[in-house]
């Protein structure tokens, strides 16, 4: 072969490469189509007790007879933003019973104190949403601000049950429910 047929055969080859190089990067796409997507993230609130049971030894007429051990209440939220804040309630379902001997004679709410956080104890008088009228406390308020719409707090209670204004309580076994409720509003 000649010269000029190597010359021929060498632009050929890469008229041939070139087309072959240009098929090759051409792509073909198919129409876009979309896909919706929803994802909810539901509100929540939970909440967990250290302990499910507290005792007492009364002494009769005492201003002091301290709960056996405290409860740690931990909640855990997740919250919209329209919600403001976070409130943490103890109750009882009645105020003039809130432990008895079954027999007819009552603690009443007015005598159970509760101290949050190591704060002074104080007796279950109060309105709140939960429970009986005049049966409860409220604990704590949480404000619900941009940075923790999500998040968690620990409440430390001690118990405490002041018998000073029922000195004639008899001896006896007294029950009662205290109940821990948590609402975001």
Do not use: C
């Not at 209440?73 to 976070?86: E, Q």
């Not at 109060?126 to 923790?148: C, D, E, M, R, Y």
């Not at 000195?167 to 029950?175: D, E, H, K, N, R």
């Amino acid at each position: 072969m000649t010269s000029s047929a190597n010359i021929r055969v060498a632009i050929l080859i890469a008229v041939l490469t070139a087309a072959m190089v240009g098929a090759h990067a051409q792509a073909v796409s198919s129409g876009a189509e979309a896909i919706s997507l929803n994802a909810a993230l539901t509100e929540s609130i939970s909440l967990t007790l250290s302990a499910g049971a507290v005792n007492f030894n009364l002494t009769a007429g005492s201003a002091s007879n301290p709960g056996s051990t405290s409860i740690s209440a931990t909640t855990s939220w997740v919250l919209r933003p329209s919600r403001g804040r976070l409130n943490v309630y103890a109750f009882f379902s009645s105020a003039s019973s809130a432990l008895s001997d079954g027999s007819g004679n009552n603690i009443p709410s007015s005598s159970f104190q509760v101290s949050e956080n190591g704060g002074a104890f104080l007796a279950l008088t109060n309105a709140v949403p939960f429970g009986g009228a005049n049966a409860g406390l409220q604990l704590a308020t949480v404000p619900i601000l941009g940075n923790n719409k999500q998040g968690s707090r620990t409440d430390t209670m001690n118990f405490n049950i002041n018998l000073s204004t029922t000195p004639s309580l008899p001896a006896g076994v007294y029950t009662g429910t205290l109940t821990i409720q948590v609402q975001a509003i």
